[in-house]
Each structure stands twice: as structure tokens, then as C-alpha cells.
């Protein structure tokens, strides 16, 4: 509520200077008026002629006038000028990748600016217009990207690291080259301050939204998304933001700055980045604290997901119905959460000798998984609940070793946060729970010793992991170089199905349920397949890139040329006999940028 009030009451002061100006404005013509006056009277002044003593009186009455009213004037532009202080830093335009990151800039500030006397005329862009006290800065950048794949994976942008296919598949030989402007982006920031209230709003939108499935035969009519959209209220040293911003899991450059340009989601032209990355763009509000210009504490709450990994988790035979909508496994979204994810976070900036800049941090993350069911073979069984909650620690650096070369580096490991990984690997399996001899279920079924023991469903996280560690590498003042390799991890969690029943072959093992389970074989013969080949227990990717400006002017934007090679390689849990281990992908994206000034 207080953020709401401070962006009404911000925008009401809009109109201030421009009623200073009036009054301003009014003063001045007074002092002119009343020159004009006393000359007009001297004229009409009837005979006989003043004396010198009396036209000296006049004089010196106004003389004090005019100083009365120099006074008057210098006052009210004293306080137009501190009603325009200067805006808040925006988010700079980007020299690469796929954000609108300046990895060159100067670090932002970590606390809230302070008024002071400055131009108020000076504007952030040359695009960036005032209405009434705020600035409202456009901003954005026109991308044409060539994108070539030398597997088919599917996707005619972003890419699905986690599906890209094997040699033994069709789409494992075919190529694919695109053509795409939809990684375009347009943003608005619009920043006002009152007293020693700062509040910004930020949307953010690109044109990777859901498309037709026939987008690509005629018209190419990409839709219009949401990226971010928010608003960040200061006041001293204390922050609260609302609305839909970067995870804080996310790595972050700059303090816990919510700002594209001090967020740290590589400099990568594929549309997902880079594999490794933790990273969510998620509704949130977060409260943070900044004791020092060095140190800042917060907590976010962000939008949770109960998720099972994009169709790999099979769940145990018997429920089976009951839970499959009540976990997102990447087409669902109506899933039922517990409560939000809760993750704090701590950062450490500072500026080393010589203008480096050095970036610390840390950050948890409690999430939870609940689910209802109904205990098979269970007389006047009725709804059972279960939950469990898990967590994890996020960890990172962005260390200006040398100037303008820069180390980065993140690690995550989590139990339970797969869905922070790209989505590549499931939050949690559900296994069966026996209420008599190790089974439940139907046993000895077709026999005249049949009978129906009860079981019910428990709720197992899966442990994963990810991280990055590459270099940015300003060369020269128009070209840089940046590497990256990252690697993500999920362990295997699996369970004997105790639920299932074969009646076509009643001396079948029973298969598993869960994630990455082995095969079974008995007397040389497969009674028990392995998992699918999409349960993965590792994905990896070496990135090289190299961005050109080619010009760039503060008045004009900047014109560049970004180009990007990656290798994938997927691992799975299980691969049948002669099936080949990994598939693997090569990638190379051109891409030509225009960017907003």
C-alpha cells in the first residue's frame, strides 16, 4: 500500500515546477509593471517639477523595489531547481548478448541517490521525456538473429538444452537455420522522487510469447510478452519491490539490484542463455536493507510451482490420476502450491584501485511440495494431505580482476530446486508406501489366494545442482570477448512401483517409479526397462562470443554485431544396449543489433 500511495502521490507532483514556473514567470512581469508605472506617472506628473530631493526619493523607493523582487525570484528558482533533482541511474543500454547489460559501465549505485544540487535539465537518453517531476526513459534494441543447429531440436528460438536429440532419431540428422527478429525488446522506466521517497517503474517486453502454430508459413506475427514488470520504492536505506523481476537466485552483478543491467544472466544470444544458470523471471515482492554502500540483506517471496520436470516423472500406477494435476510437469498451469518460495539473500560490493569493481553473494531458497490422495484397498479411506519442504544455496562472484576483464562464476545445489535450472530436472518424485509386507496393491492376482493390501503416496525430493564459471573481456573500447561453460546435475531418485499389476504376465518385476531408474534383467531376458532417455542426468555447454560495435553515439544508439558458438551434450540415466550414450549439439548464432541510445 505504501508503494501505491508513494507512486500517486509522485506522479501529483508532477505538476509543481511547472506551477513554480508560473509564479516565477508572474514575479517577473511585477517588477517590469511596476518600472512602467513610475515612469508613467513622472509623465503625468502636473506642474510644477519635482524637486531633485523628491526625484531622488522615487529612485531609491524603486531601487528597493527591484531588489525586493531580484529576491523574490532568485527564492523560487532556488526551489524549482531543488524540486528537479536528477534521475535515478537507469538500466543501460546493452553492448551484447542477450540482455540489456553494459558489462563495461560504471557500477550502479547500491543505495538510493540522494538529492543534491544538479542540472535539471540533464536527461538520461536523448529519448527520455518529463512529465510534470518524472522522467519517463525508453529504451530497448532491433534484433536480426541467424541461428544455426546442427541436430533438429524443435525450437525455433530459445533452446530446450535438456531435449536436444540423439544420432539414432530422426531430427538427430537433420540441420535447421532460422531466421528471427522476435528476441527484440522495447522497455519504459519511468522515475520520480518526493521528500526522500524514490520510486521507479520498469516493464520490460520481447516477442517470444506463445505463437500459432502456422506463425512461420505467412506472417510471421510474433506475439508481445511480459518480462518484467515492477515497481521499487526507496526511502534511506530501505527497499520493497512488487511485481514480476528476476529471481533472486539469479546471479546478480551489482548489489540486489533489480535492474536488467545488474543482473547477471550472461551475455549469451540464445534466447534461454546459457546451461548452468539458475534463473526464474517470477512475480515477487522483496524487502531488502542496505546498511552501508558496501554490504545489502533482503528477502524475496516469489511465485512457487509444485514441478515434475518436463514429463519425466512416472508416478506409481495406482495414483497415477490423482496426481496428475497437482504437478506442473511443463503444461500445466493450474497447480496448487503450498506457499511462495522463499529465498534471502546477501551481497558485498566494493571498488578496488584502479575503478575495478568486485561483486560477492549469497542466497537460500525454502520451497514445498504438498499433495493429496485417497489410500488404495483401504475401507471408508478418505483424503490423505503430505508435504515436504526442501531448499537450497545459491552462491556467486563478478570479480574485475584486471580492468575491464572480469571472472564469473555461480553455484547452486538444491534439494528440491530442478525447476530453478531452466526447468531441466524434476523438484520431487512420489512413491508408494506399503501398509503390509513390503507391497500394496493387488497380490497374487489371478490366483484364489488374491487379495487387496492398502498403500498410500510419499512425497521424495530430488537433489540437483548447476553452475558457471567463464570471463567478459572488454578488448578494446568496441570489442569484446566472452566465455562461458556450465553444467547442470540431477540425481537419480527412484522406487519399486509396489502399485503395479500385470495381468498379462504375472511373473513380471515390477517396474519403478520415480526418476532415472536402471534395467532389470533375469536369466539374460529385459523383465524391466530402464528410464527414457529424457531422464537426464547431465547437460553440459562450453559458450565462446564475440561482440562488435561497430559505431555507437550518445545521440544515435549503437550499431553491433554479436556472434555466439556453443556445444551441448546431454547425458541420460539409461540408454538401451547399442543405443548411443550422449547427443550432442553444435550452434552458432549471428546476430546484428540495433540499440537504443
Request: proline share 7%.
Amino acid at each position: 500500500m505504501r508503494i501505491v500511495v508513494a507512486w500517486m502521490f509522485a506522479f501529483g507532483l508532477m505538476s509543481a515546477p511547472a506551477a513554480l514556473a508560473v509564479n516565477l514567470a508572474d514575479n517577473e512581469k511585477a517588477v517590469s509593471a511596476g518600472a512602467s508605472d513610475v515612469t508613467t506617472d513622472a509623465k503625468a506628473s502636473p506642474t510644477p517639477t519635482p524637486t531633485n530631493a523628491e526625484i531622488a526619493a522615487e529612485v531609491d523607493q524603486l531601487r528597493a523595489l527591484l531588489k525586493e523582487q531580484s529576491a523574490q525570484i532568485a527564492a523560487l528558482r532556488a526551489d524549482l531547481a531543488s524540486r528537479d533533482a536528477a534521475p535515478a541511474p537507469s538500466a543501460m543500454a546493452a553492448p551484447g548478448g542477450s540482455s540489456v547489460v553494459a558489462p563495461n559501465s560504471p557500477a550502479s549505485p547500491i543505495l538510493a541517490p540522494k538529492p543534491g544540487n544538479q542540472d535539471p535539465e540533464k536527461k538520461e537518453s536523448p529519448l527520455s521525456f518529463r512529465i510534470g517531476g518524472a522522467d519517463f526513459t525508453p529504451g530497448g534494441f532491433m534484433d536480426f538473429t541467424s541461428i544455426f543447429r546442427s541436430t533438429n531440436t524443435g525450437n525455433p528460438g530459445g533452446t530446450n538444452f535438456f531435449a536436444i536429440p540423439f544420432n539414432n532419431q530422426v531430427g538427430g540428422h537433420l540441420t535447421e537455420e532460422r531466421f528471427s527478429a522476435q528476441n527484440s525488446r522495447v522497455s519504459l522506466k519511468v522515475h520520480d522522487k518526493f521528500g526522500e521517497n524514490d520510486v521507479t517503474g520498469y516493464y520490460e517486453m520481447d516477442f517470444l510469447g506463445n505463437d500459432a502454430a502456422n506463425v512461420f508459413v505467412t506472417s510471421n506475427s510474433h506475439t508481445f510478452r511480459q518480462r518484467l514488470y515492477f515497481v521499487d520504492y526507496k526511502r534511506d536505506r530501505w527497499e520493497v519491490l512488487a511485481g514480476q523481476a528476476w529471481s533472486w537466485l539469479t546471479p546478480n552483478r551489482v548489489g540486489l539490484s533489480p535492474y536488467p543491467s545488474d543482473v547477471f544472466y550472461s551475455l549469451n544470444m540464445d534466447f534461454n542463455y546459457q546451461v548452468g544458470l539458475t534463473w526464474t523471471r517470477a512475480p515477487q515482492v522483496r524487502f531488502a536493507f542496505h546498511p552501508n554502500e558496501h554490504w545489502a540483506l533482503g528477502v524475496a517471496l516469489e511465485n512457487p510451482e509444485q514441478f515434475g520436470g518436463q514429463g519425466e516423472v512416472l508416478f506409481p500406477q495406482f495414483f497415477n490420476a490423482q496426481l496428475g494435476g497437482q504437478i506442473d510437469e511443463g503444461n500445466i498451469s493450474s497447480t496448487p502450491n503450498l506457499h511462495p518460495d522463499i529465498i534471502p539473500k546477501v551481497t558485498w560490493d566494493t571498488t578496488t584501485g584502479g575503478g575495478k569493481h568486485m561483486h560477492a553473494e549469497i542466497a537460500g531458497l525454502v520451497t514445498s511440495v504438498k499433495i493429496t490422495d485417497i489410500p488404495s484397498n483401504v475401507p471408508d479411506a478418505t483424503f490423505v494431505s503430505h508435504s515436504k519442504t526442501g531448499g537450497g544455496v545459491e552462491a556467486a562472484v563478478n570479480l574485475e580482476f584486471l580492468k575491464n576483464i572480469r571472472f564469473v562464476a555461480n553455484g547452486f545445489w538444491s534439494d528440491g530446486g530442478g525447476r530453478y535450472i531452466f526447468g531441466m530436472g524434476p523438484q520431487a518424485v512420489f512413491f508408494p508406501v506399503d501398509f503390509q509386507n513390503n507391497t500394496c496393491g493387488v497380490i497374487n492376482q489371478g490366483t484364489p489366494t488374491a487379495k487387496a493390501v492398502g498403500c498410500d503416496v510419499a512425497i521424495s525430493l530430488v537433489h540437483s545442482g548447476s553452475g558457471i564459471a567463464g570471463f567478459e573481456a572488454q578488448i578494446t573500447p568496441k570489442t569484446m570477448i566472452y566465455g562461458y561453460y556450465g553444467g547442470a546435475y540431477f540425481q537419480r531418485n527412484f522406487a519399486t512401483d509396489l502399485t503395479f499389476a500385470s495381468t498379462t504376465n504375472p511373473t513380471i518385476v515390477q517396474p519403478f517409479t520415480g526418476f532415472g531408474w536402471p534395467q532389470q534383467v533375469q536369466g539374460g531376458v529385459v523383465v524391466s526397462p530402464g528410464s527414457p532417455n529424457n531422464h537426464n542426468r547431465s547437460v553440459q555447454e562450453p559458450t565462446l562470443g564475440w561482440i562488435q560495435t561497430f559505431w555507437k553515439s550518445p545521440q544515435y544508439g549503437a550499431l553491433q554485431l554479436i556472434t555466439q558458438a556453443s556445444y551441448l551434450t546431454r547425458s541420460p540415466w539409461f540408454v538401451a544396449a547399442g543405443a548411443p550414450k550422449n547427443a550432442h549439439l553444435a550452434m552458432g548464432w549471428v546476430d546484428l543489433r540495433y540499440v537504443l541510445p
